[in-house]
């Protein structure tokens, strides 16, 4: 039904039951539930959360390996 991930939060919350540890695992099984409705799994949700960030351009190379535009200074002679 949901994924296993959020096994970890809910045993979090049986081992120390207090509202702010049920709550959140209230909320990522909530999220869980969510992404499944949607289509997606774990992996897949960040790998889109990811391609998000990144936006639609991606060079094909890093700045770090790209030329930079270099100014000689070069003027007419008077």
Known sequence: MLDARAA????????????WTVV?????IAIFFWLERIGL???????ALRA???GKHRPALSGAKTR???D???????
């Not at 970890?8 to 509202?19: D, E």
């Not at 000689?72 to 008077?78: A, E, L, T």
Request: glycine share 0%; hydrophobic share 55%; no cysteine.
């Open 8 to 19: 970890i939060p809910v045993l979090v919350s049986l081992l120390h039951v207090a509202w």
């Open 68 to 70: 930079k535009p270099i």
């Open 52 to 54: 998000n960030f990144a």
């Open 41 to 47: 799994d774990f992996l897949s949700a960040m790998r």
């Open 72 to 78: 000689y200074d070069r003027r007419p002679m008077p």
């Open 24 to 28: 959140p695992a209230l909320l990522v």
